[in-house]
């Protein structure tokens, strides 16, 4: 099955400094790679996916990255704000699998300073 | 994007007793998922819900100590039975929405369960 290994697992930023976490999967058929964020006590809510067809894709201050030669992607935020600070979760699976079931990373803590 | 109603939000329960979680979903969907989530931890998969069939587990879960039901394609329960400390933990359900152009998983609220 499906492995997903993700760092750092802690990342402290500066204000206004940008992030960069960083995943990668063991399948080489996989080919949806999602991001969550979840804040303390909540739910994980999507921020910014990708499908295997393309290499990078934007979203105002966050943008994804996906290499498949090497099975890694990267979830890049620009211009880190207090609010950014939560746990992100990268994700994989293959969409036109029978299971679909997503595989997650072991998670970052991203703490934004002020 | 679909809306998950996921109940109860926490409970603390006696071990040896049985919870049974409940997701009601807004909108047909054909995939439903149970996760876990130990304090500090990742998301673990216990098993895929599709309606009209039996639930297919991962490894290290069985039916017997997480029995799923999924009557129809808004509604699933998950059920953590005979409970130890060891099953306190989030419990969360998570749907496939395969609307055009709205691709995604939706998670539930999650329900906070604490075995003393």
């Known amino acids: 099955g499906e492995n997903v290994e993700q760092h750092p697992s802690t990342l402290s930023v500066q204000e206004g400094d940008s992030a960069v976490i960083k995943c990668t999967y063991s399948?080489?058929?996989?080919?949806?790679f999602p991001w969550y964020k979840q804040e303390l006590g909540k739910r994980p809510q999507l921020i910014i996916d990708?499908?295997?067809?393309?290499g990078e894709k934007k979203d105002q201050r966050i943008a994804v990255t996906l290499n498949k030669t090497a099975k890694h992607f990267s979830l890049h935020i620009t211009e880190t704000q207090p609010e950014d600070s939560a746990v992100y979760f990268c994700a994989a699976t293959l969409l036109t699998g029978s299971a679909r079931q997503l595989t997650f990373g072991s998670g970052t803590q991203l703490t934004v300073l002020p | 994007s679909a809306v998950i109603s996921q109940k109860p939000s926490r409970d603390i329960c006696q071990r040896g007793t049985s919870l049974t979680i409940q997701c009601q979903v807004d909108s047909q969907v054909t995939m439903m998922f149970w996760y876990r989530q130990q304090p500090g931890q990742s998301l673990t998969l216990i098993a895929t819900?599709?309606?009209?069939?039996?639930?297919?587990?991962e490894s290290g879960f069985v039916i017997d100590k997480f029995p799923i039901s999924r009557p129809n394609l808004t509604f699933s329960t998950l059920t953590v039975s005979n409970m130890s400390p060891e099953d306190s933990s989030i419990y969360l359900c998570?749907?496939?929405?395969?609307?055009?152009?709205?691709?995604?998983?939706?998670f539930g609220s999650g329900t906070r369960l604490t075995v003393v």
């Open positions: 998570s749907v496939e929405q395969t609307g055009t152009g709205d691709y995604g998983y939706t």
């Open positions: 990708i499908r295997s067809n393309v």
């Open positions: 819900a599709n309606q009209g069939s039996e639930a297919t587990y």
């Open positions: 399948d080489s058929a996989s080919n949806y």
